[in-house]
Each structure stands twice: as structure tokens, then as C-alpha cells.
């Protein structure tokens, strides 16, 4: 099979009010300005950041609050056993060491070959699976959990931008302030005050 014709991305738009796939399934991530979906004859309100499962054949409905953001995947069924077929046991344990790893580590290591030396393999290697596994590098894993720790301490603490640069394990503040403009589109002292 094709992987090609077998999973599509597309941004949401307030073009899509609606669709139903007899074939494909769908994972919709509503980022903001959805206000509701409709799936069969079943309403749901959506929160930012919701995510939602479509199985084929289930008719969905949009509506929205604003202009939308978020994506929808989807694939067919086929492509999703193929994907969990392919992925043997040894894999999904090595990706799963590996997240726990950097959920443990992440303000000491920022390296894949940091982990990979903890897991006794190659980075090449490590980056490979995640990479097969879950569709990202292994370094994006590392990074988004540095994002997701630096924009809870920004909102959510009083310390200054040094001080969450410094727990992160950035020794100069520079960097981890280059880091965060480069990931979130800002710098983090302009992040604290949206």
C-alpha cells in the first residue's frame, strides 16, 4: 500500500463545517476557535486543546467560535495496523525507557546522545525507532518537554526568566531564551506577559 493515499494532515479552515469518511479514521486536534462538534447525533463542547477520535462511517460537525485552529489527521485503517503490526514489543519498550528517561532527566540532559549512552545504544539508533514509532525525532521529544516545563514556570511562577533558564540546565540565560523565541514564536519574557 501507498502510505501516501493512506494518512493525510489538513489545517482546519471555516470552510469544513462538516465530513464523514466511510474508509478512514480521524484524530482532529482542535487547538482554538472550535465551539462545538457534533459527531453522529451526539454534541460535544470543545475546550482549547481538544482532541477528538473519529472511527469511519461516523458523520462530524464543526462549529466554531472564531477562526480555528488545530489539524486533522486521518488515516485508513489499514495504515494504522500496519503501524501498530510494525511496531514490536522491543520498540514500544525502548521508546517508553526513553520518554521516561527524559520526563526524569531533562534539566540535566539535552542531548539524544544522552540518553542513548543511558539506554547502551547507538543516537542514530534511538532516533530511528522514536522517529519510525511515533513520527518526530527524539530531539523534539527532549525539547517539548523543556517547552511544556519553561511555559508552566513563565505563567505560573514569580522567578525571573534566569532562574527557570538555570533549573532547565541552561547555563547562560541567552540560550535558553534563543531556544524558547525559536520554539514558541517569542521570547519568554513576552510569553509571561500574554
Request: charged share 25%; proline share 3%; net charge positive.
Amino acid at each position: 500500500m501507498n502510505i501516501d493515499k493512506s494518512i493525510g494532515i489538513r489545517k482546519f479552515d471555516r470552510k469544513l463545517s462538516g465530513y464523514s469518511h466511510e474508509d478512514l479514521c480521524s484524530i482532529m486536534w482542535m487547538k482554538s476557535g472550535v465551539r462545538s462538534v457534533r459527531i453522529d447525533h451526539e454534541r460535544f463542547t470543545v475546550q482549547p486543546n481538544s482532541i477528538c477520535f473519529i472511527i469511519p462511517g461516523q458523520r462530524v460537525t464543526i462549529a466554531y467560535d472564531s477562526n480555528p485552529s488545530g489539524w486533522i489527521l486521518t488515516f485508513s485503517k489499514e495504515f494504522f495496523i500496519r503501524q501498530t503490526s510494525e511496531n514490536n514489543t522491543h520498540q514500544v519498550h525502548m521508546i517508553s525507557t526513553f520518554k521516561d528517561l527524559v520526563a526524569r532527566h531533562y534539566t540535566k540532559y539535552h542531548r539524544v546522545s544522552d540518553y542513548a549512552g543511558m539506554m547502551n545504544i547507538s543516537p542514530k539508533y534511538l532516533n530511528q525507532v522514536v522517529k519510525k514509532v511515533m513520527g518526530v525525532t527524539a530531539r523534539s521529544i527532549i525539547q517539548e518537554q523543556l517547552i511544556i516545563h519553561a511555559r508552566r514556570d513563565l505563567k505560573f511562577s514569580n522567578d525571573s526568566v534566569k532562574q527557570i533558564a538555570f533549573r532547565l540546565g541552561y547555563a547562560e540565560p541567552f540560550h535558553f531564551s534563543s531556544f524558547f523565541k525559536k520554539k514558541v514564536g517569542c521570547s519568554p519574557s513576552d510569553y509571561r506577559l500574554q
